[in-house]
Structures are given as C-alpha cells and as structure tokens.
C-alpha cells in the first residue's frame, strides 16, 4: 500500500530561534497526540536541518531538504550535496518546485539529475509538477505536467521509480489562497497515475505516492485528501504554524 505523506515546505522562512520554536510545538503536539498512518515531514531550510533532525529522533517526524545540487561534489561555491544530506540523517528532498524553476531557471533536465543524487544517497525525492494558470487556460495543462514527468522521472527503472514521491502542484494555486478543486485534483492526479502505469505497469502505478500541494490548508485539506489518487499534501504557508499543519496531517 503506498504511504500517505504530508510534508510542510518553509521555503526562505524562519529565523534560528523561530525555527526552533516551530520544531518544539510540532514535537509538543505530536508526543500528546501521535499521528497514525501519516508520514509527518518538514522541509526547513538549510542551515536548520539538523534541529529538524534532532527532533526526528525523539518524535516520529522526518526531514526534507528543498534543494539538493545537481553535482556530486568539489568546486560548486554555494551547493549543497546529496551525500552531504545523507550524512545528516536527511530523508527527503523537494526537487523542481515550480519556484526553483521560475527564479533558478531549473528545467527538467536537472530534476532528472537531482532525482539521480538522491536515490544514489537513499534520500526520497519529492519531485513538483504543475501548470501555470496561462497553460491551464489554454487547456495545456495535461501536456506541460507530462512533459515534467516524462522528461524529470522517466530515465528511471522499475526499482528507483518507486523510490520517488511526486507532487502536483498547480503554480496558480501555490500561495495564492486559491486551491484546485477536489475534482481538478484527483483528474490530474489520476492522469499522472496513468502515464507512470503505461511506462511501468499497474503495479508499480498504484506503489507512488502523488502529493497535492497549492493552498492547501486545514479547511480543504480533508475533501482534497479524499480522493483516491491524492495520497497526501506538500504544504507551503500552512506548514508554518504547528497546529495547523498537524491538523492537515489529521485530514485522512
Ligand atoms: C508550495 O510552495 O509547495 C505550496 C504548496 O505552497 P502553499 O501551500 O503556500 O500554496
């Protein structure tokens, strides 16, 4: 059965010491009321890895980075390595967020290397697809989120396929307040299950796990999760107050 996943991406958010304070409530709430059947994930940024995974080992939270370099190691100024997210127990990584793609020029040819660093390293990638709302308009969308799957995750095999998460995540509902509709989501969602079925059969199809992620909060969160093919959330501006994200995880 594929996992159900929420994971909270701070993007560029939090200070030190705020950072903390948000590790500690999460850690509060979880110990008092243990989430069942969710892996629970947070995706702080960088320099604030490792209080996250501090707190990994004493609650049952794991850690996602946002980013990852395309290279392996050596002079990259300002990279930072899969291997060197390994060594700090880091298991996730959000890679082609539609973010990095507008303001890093990040394509499709570098989430497939990213992806590559990552399953090298046992690091799960969260890999982002979506439209924008010109593509959506003009009725593109089924084509631009193939074309960012086909070209991000289709050089993998059977065995490392399996290893990825995907979310879709419409670049008009990121931070806008305005979600897909329960239905707008489980039809591109059902519509990435069937592209990964053609190219790698039924059974691997129905082992992925495809994340929705644009506005979603703790009020919609419970209809958008419902759907069949919508096995969890990559929360952006609700994954930033601890009770809020703790209560999307509890959407099931
Ligand atoms: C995101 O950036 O991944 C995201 C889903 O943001 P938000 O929830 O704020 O729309």
Not at 122 to 139: F, K, M, Q, Y
Not at 205 to 216: D, V
Request: hydrophobic fraction near 40%; proline fraction near 2%.
């Amino acid at each position: 059965m594929r996992k159900k996943i929420v994971a909270g991406n701070w993007k560029m958010n939090k200070t030190f010491t705020e950072a903390d304070d948000l590790l500690f409530e999460i850690k509060e709430i979880i110990s008092e009321n243990p989430i069942n059947g969710v892996e629970l994930v947070v995706c702080p940024p960088a320099p604030f890895l490792e209080l996250a995974t501090d707190v990994a080992e004493e609650v049952d939270i794991h850690v996602g980075a946002q980013n990852v370099s395309s290279f392996s190691k050596g002079a990259y100024t300002g990279e930072i390595s899969a291997e060197m997210l390994e060594s700090i127990e880091v298991e996730y990584c959000i890679v082609g967020h539609s973010e990095r793609r507008k303001f890093f020029g990040e394509t499709n040819a570098d989430v497939a290397k990213k992806v590559e660093q990552l399953l090298e390293f046992s690091i799960t990638p969260i890999v982002c697809c979506g439209e924008n709302l010109e593509e959506r308009e003009a009725g593109n969308h089924f084509d631009v989120v193939r074309n960012h799957i086909e070209e991000g995750l289709f050089h993998l095999n059977e065995i490392e396929i399996q290893q990825v998460v995907i979310a879709y995540e419409p670049v008009w509902a990121i931070g806008t307040g305005k979600n897909a509709t329960s239905e707008q989501a489980q039809e591109m969602h059902s519509y990435i299950r069937k592209l990964l079925l053609e190219k790698y059969g039924n059974e691997v199809a129905e082992s992925i796990s495809i994340l929705y992620g644009g506005s979603c909060n703790a009020k919609n969160a419970f209809q958008l999760f419902a759907n069949i093919d919508v096995d969890g959330g990559l929360i952006g501006g609700a994954s930033l107050k601890a009770a809020e994200f703790i209560e999307i995880a509890n959407s099931f």
